[in-house]
């Protein structure tokens, strides 16, 4: 949460660039109309959406990834993903990097690390899918149809279905 939002600060925000406060209508059209490029634009000229979280931390609370300093590294492969390149591997959430394809030299994180963050641990995300679903709830008969659909497909990849 931010401060112009009400609720607790640091509490995670579901709401595109914490915009929610700012939104002069319902988000849910909001999100429609973003949803409805999709019928107007061919495939090649929508927006790629990358997931990242930098914050994850190992058993002992540790940051796996060192920093903001080195995001360029994974930038780098966002960037090259965009332009047709970027080794990935598919996963329940979408297309991951491939193992080596984040350039770890001179930095201080281990392999093991890169494993992790490169991990989708189903446990975590059936919690995350809950949580959105919760969120959707706010928004009743207004959710786009696909984001409730999409998620649904996401808690079924997660089963293995």
């Keep these: 949460m931010t401060a112009a ?11 595109p ?7 002069g209508y319902n988000m849910a059209d909001y999100w429609g109309h973003w949803l ?12 790629r959406i990358f997931y990242v979280n930098w914050f994850r931390r190992d058993a002992e609370g540790n940051f796996l990834w060192p920093g903001f300093g080195e995001n360029s590294r994974v930038l780098d492969w966002v960037f090259a993903r965009c332009a047709g390149r970027g080794a990935a591997v598919e996963s329940p959430i979408g297309f991951l990097p491939a193992p080596g394809s984040i350039p770890t ?4 994180v281990s392999a093991g690390a890169m494993e992790a963050l490169l991990s989708v641990d189903p446990t975590d995300w059936f919690e ?16 786009p ?17």
């Design 17 to 23: 660039f914490a915009m929610l406060p700012f939104c």
């Design 145 to 161: 149809a696909p984001l409730a659909t999409e998620l649904d497909a996401l808690e079924g990849r997660l089963k293995g279905d």
């Design 105 to 108: 030299a001179d930095l201080a």
């Design 36 to 47: 409805s490029f999709a019928e107007q634009l061919d495939a090649d000229k929508l927006p």
């Design 5 to 15: 939002a009400a609720g607790v600060v640091g509490k995670l925000r579901r709401d």
């Design 128 to 143: 995350e899918t809950a949580a959105i679903r919760e969120y959707f709830e706010l928004f009743g008969d207004r959710l």
